[in-house]
């Protein structure tokens, strides 16, 4: 049996030449063959391409000393929780008496 799933990743990339830096987004699809063994193969614009810690060049000197940094999560604000019907049935009376 094949297992097959795709992430989304974000690698950072600064030139240790010219202190460049530049966010990369890249596909990551992960194929498992049910046996131990997994595959990654890494996309850009839906072409595969080389991992994100090989053969990079600087965008602005082209420089081939780069370093590859996989970029932090994003911490998405806490959701807010959902009011209670008396806070609600407030609102409406509120809005009743045009005071809100």
């Known amino acids: 049996m094949r297992t097959t799933w795709t992430s989304h990743e974000s690698w ?3 030139c240790l030449n010219c202190s ?3 966010t990369e987004e890249l ?3 992960h194929c498992a063959d049910g046996h131990g063994n997994e595959a990654v193969v890494y996309e850009r614009g839906g072409h595969p391409c080389m991992t994100p810690w090989l053969d990079r060049c600087c965008t602005a000197c082209q420089s ?3 370093k590859a940094l ?3 999560p994003v911490a998405h604000a806490e959701v807010p929780r959902a009011r209670g019907g008396e806070d609600v049935a407030m609102v409406f009376h509120l809005r009743r008496m045009h005071a809100w």
């Open 12 to 14: 950072t990339f600064e």
């Open 70 to 72: 996989a970029a932090r």
């Open 20 to 22: 460049a830096a530049w």
């Open 64 to 66: 081939q000393n780069v």
């Open 27 to 29: 596909e990551v699809r």
